[in-house]
């Protein structure tokens, strides 16, 4: 007989050991590009203006959401060497955050500076984690290209 009396432990057991003897793969901004890659990422900033343009979303949003998610891809792809995508992410978020606060919204005061660093230390970590992962799944999507086209 099996050694765990329970057959659902034993398939728990067994699938989580299988399952961490896997290699793990992060996909983040790489630091060369390629054909597929730059066919993915043109794909991906097309449908996300496009996407934008459909809610009727005004200049100043599309230029700002643009920047937003290029300054976080270059973040993956910079800081760490690159190794530590959602950490990355996540810095970069808070600080892009905190300066559109401070310039856009707040003024340059003291009161605007305490603030800004407030909101971007709440809002900045996840609004860069999300856009990192999207950013991820984007070179994801240019891997499988590159692994199903040979591109």
Do not use: C
Not at 44 to 49: G, K, R, T
Not at 92 to 101: E, H, I, K, P, Q
């Amino acid at each position: 007989m099996n050694e765990f009396e329970e057959p659902i432990l034993a398939e728990i057991v067994l699938d989580s050991s299988s399952r961490a003897s896997q290699e793990v793969t992060v996909f983040s901004a790489p630091r060369k590009f390629d054909l597929a890659t730059l066919l993915a990422v043109t794909t991906a900033y097309a449908l996300m203006f496009a996407g934008m343009r459909a809610f009727d979303a005004n200049d100043a949003a599309m230029l700002w959401t643009g920047a937003f998610v290029s300054i976080i891809a270059a973040g993956q792809a910079i800081l760490f060497g690159g190794n530590a995508p959602r950490a990355s992410s996540m810095i970069v978020g808070s600080v892009l955050v905190a300066f559109t606060m401070l310039v856009a919204v707040t003024g340059l005061n003291v009161l605007g500076l305490f603030t800004s660093v407030l909101v971007g230390g709440l809002l900045g970590p996840p609004s860069g984690y999300l856009s990192g992962t999207l950013v991820g799944g984007v070179f994801l999507i240019a891997h499988h290209l590159r692994i199903r086209f040979g591109i």
